[in-house]
């Protein structure tokens, strides 16, 4: 007796064997790697994709993360936003940065919609920001 075609089989993490020295870690990953937007924009661009499944992301975690046991896996979800700035790769031969970069891109909020959807899904967020503006040469 396998699984039918149409049905779905799901794993509940808590019943994997848990290995201090190699715990288990699944990560999906969906991006937005379009240049020049704020982080406000290219959120609203990866939550338009996660949008539609947030119920399904609730009732995960919801499911996975009830038994309250802090020895127990649990799921964790996260919106994680990355951004560089000064990024050698982003200017011209000169250094300048290039023309689609002149729009400023410091600052951004979340919407409503944004934050519904990271309560909803029991989701935080982690923002890392780097500078990358080469250092100086020493005199």
Do not use: H
């Not at 400023?104 to 503006?133: C, H, K, P, Q, S």
């Amino acid at each position: 007796m396998g699984i039918e075609p149409d049905e779905t089989k799901v794993v509940n993490p808590r019943r994997l064997p848990v290995d201090p020295a190699n715990p288990f870690c699944q990560i999906w990953k969906v991006v937005c790697r379009e240049p020049g937007l704020c982080v406000d924009e290219q959120i609203a661009r990866v939550l338009s994709r996660l949008r539609p499944q947030t119920d399904r992301i609730a009732e995960l975690m919801k499911q996975y993360n009830s038994a309250n046991d802090e020895d127990e896996p649990y799921l964790e979800a996260r919106l994680e936003v990355v951004r560089y700035f000064n990024d050698a790769e982003q200017q011209d031969e000169v250094g300048r940065p290039q023309e689609r970069d002149k729009r400023n891109l410091f600052g951004w909020a979340l919407d409503r919609e944004a934050i519904a959807f990271l309560a909803a899904t029991g989701a935080f967020l982690d923002v890392d920001e780097y500078d990358m503006t080469p250092s100086p040469p020493s005199a």
